[in-house]
């Protein structure tokens, strides 16, 4: 039997149990094509250094006896070295809320705790990884001195969004980012950060359509032990996490509306209360919130309580699609060249005068990413000649379907594909829509589309 195609392709484990790291091994390999496991966790550097892990599982405790986390905590920084954009989860059973507090400070994305439910390792590792494809437009080889992602753009467009994020990254003002899918909303917000007071705490991002509803409540604020079925130990939440910091919520159009007033409270008051707690725990933080819902549908309060949008776009700044700033493809292609040269280890091709003409007239309706995407599928499959317009996947959309023929293809797989791809062509990639053509919420959506590599 063929076995599928993993959605992601490393993970590091890094425990000094064996049987620990045979059961993530086995629990995650259908997760990712390969997964790494060292006991020694003086080698974790080197690998994350050399081979850009899409998750690294980091053990916080070393040696017999060992409960401080402080093992743990200096490999953080170590790894957050050789790659400052490396997503690391930690693993403890020891120390609880504390560790995990000062770990997502020092730039962890999550934690998990033993003993673990796999339901929940999966989904807590699946996130984190989708976390690093989507800012697969920065790696450590194109990370500038100050390590700053590149927000590349000298169009009218995005001179405007460098302006304002010039203005409004040194105040302590909400922002509200808009933008399709694949425009470059989180390079936006991490801009905003490096601009700010806060540039040197970490970022802590929430993407909130990759959460599965009934979770995202304690994914924010957390939870004290027994609060509800499956709360084996407290847990504390992103917004607590980001203490000090900064706030991304991506996707804030997936916030449920009954979490929404709740989420309106911690931002006025400046305080959470945890899932299950009576007392509130103060944060101080800055929230940049994105999203990819058009002004009309957010500013219908049949959609998003308006109470909360005046809360979080006290500054907004919207994305330009690609379509709408084609001067900038030539400069996106150029970098794109360079840079998935240099990770395939190989010589940046040339482009002929027809394909970068055929590049700048598409459309783009997946915006940056989808460029992105072609030039990496370019770099990997071309020869010694020039790239021509047919080594992209430029194919005009089809103006009419007349007839709808039978499907010839029953294997439920390609099926499902075929009517992913198609949902999200007619709606230009938007995800809400795409969605509910289909008949499902966004994070299945998403699910699938990381399924079938989408």
Request: proline share 6%.
């Amino acid at each position: 039997m063929t076995r599928t195609a993993a959605p992601f392709d490393l993970c590091l484990v890094v425990d000094d149990d064996e049987d620990i790291l045979t059961a993530i091994r086995l629990l995650l390999r259908g997760l990712f094509a390969e997964v790494v496991t060292l006991s020694d966790p003086q080698d974790a550097a080197a690998i994350v250094a050399t081979r850009a892990p899409d998750v690294v599982l980091l053990d916080a405790n070393y040696g017999r006896g060992a409960t401080d986390a402080a093992e743990g905590l200096a490999l953080l920084d170590t790894l957050l070295v050789a790659d400052p954009h490396v997503i690391v989860v930690m693993i403890t059973a020891h120390a609880g809320v504390s560790v995990a507090v000062e770990a997502m400070k020092r730039g962890a994305t999550d934690f998990v705790s033993k003993p673990w439910d796999n339901a929940r390792l999966l989904a807590t590792v699946r996130t984190a990884a989708q976390l690093r494809r989507q800012r697969g437009l920065v790696a450590p080889a194109e990370v500038p001195a100050a390590g700053s992602a590149p927000l590349i753009g000298a169009s009218p467009a995005m001179a405007r969004v460098h302006s304002l994020i010039a203005r409004a990254g040194p105040t302590e003002a909400n922002v509200l980012v808009l933008g399709e899918n694949g425009t470059g909303k989180e390079l936006v917000a991490r801009a905003l950060h490096r601009h700010s007071r806060r540039a040197d705490r970490p970022v802590q991002t929430v993407d909130l359509g990759a959460i599965a509803t009934d979770l995202i409540d304690s994914e924010l604020f957390g939870h004290v032990k027994g609060a509800f079925t499956d709360a084996r130990g407290d847990r504390v939440g992103r917004i607590q996490a980001a203490d000090g910091g900064t706030l991304f919520l991506d996707e804030i159009g997936n916030l449920p509306l009954h979490l929404q007033p709740k989420l309106l409270t911690a931002l006025e008051q400046r305080q959470v209360t945890p899932v299950g707690a009576n007392k509130p725990v103060p944060v101080d933080i800055r929230v940049i919130a994105a999203t990819n819902m058009t002004p009309a549908t957010l500013r219908d309060d049949r959609h998003f309580r308006q109470d909360l949008l005046f809360r979080l776009n006290t500054v907004e700044i919207e994305l330009p699609p690609l379509r709408e700033r084609r001067e900038d493809i030539r400069a996106l292609v150029d970098h794109f060249l360079d840079h998935y040269a240099r990770r395939y280890d190989r010589r940046a091709p040339l482009l002929t005068y027809a394909a970068m003409e055929a590049l700048i007239a598409h459309d783009w309706p997946g915006n940056v990413r989808a460029l992105r995407h072609a030039i990496e599928r370019a770099v990997i499959l071309a020869g010694d000649a020039p790239l021509e317009p047919q080594d992209f996947p430029l194919a005009a959309p089809a103006a009419r379907v007349a007839v709808v023929a039978p499907p010839t293809d029953y294997n439920l797989d390609r099926v499902e594909r075929r009517l992913v791809e198609e949902a999200l062509r007619k709606h230009g990639y938007n995800i809400s829509a795409a969605a509910a053509e289909l008949g499902v919420s966004r994070a299945a959506l998403y699910r699938r589309m990381e399924k079938h590599g989408l």
